[in-house]
């Protein structure tokens, strides 16, 4: 269960950290970017896995960078086809 929380918490700060870095008024509030942002960690980790950089392991720096870049990523692809 703890995982699950993790992947929360860093999901939702790596949201908060792609709208920042990406901003712009592509609607749906903070609970989307919560959950753009997981869904972000999700697929940043997967990539940089596969690139042999490693994933999202924790709450850490590493993880961190890993799922914001996973987020940006995501709501780029959000603003350009849904938003």
Do not use: H, Q, R
């Not at 992947?7 to 949201?15: F, K, Q, R, S, T």
């Not at 896995?49 to 692809?77: D, E, Y």
């Amino acid at each position: 269960m703890s995982d699950v929380f993790t992947w929360i918490i860093v999901g939702g700060i790596a949201g908060a950290l792609g709208k920042l870095i990406s901003p712009g008024d592509d609607g749906g509030g903070w609970i989307l970017t919560i959950i753009l942002g997981i869904v972000g960690a999700i697929v940043g980790g997967f990539i940089s896995s596969v690139l042999g950089l490693g994933g999202v392991t924790g709450f850490n720096i590493g993880s961190l960078l890993v799922a914001t870049g996973g987020a940006v990523l995501v709501l780029f692809i959000y603003k350009k086809f849904i938003a």
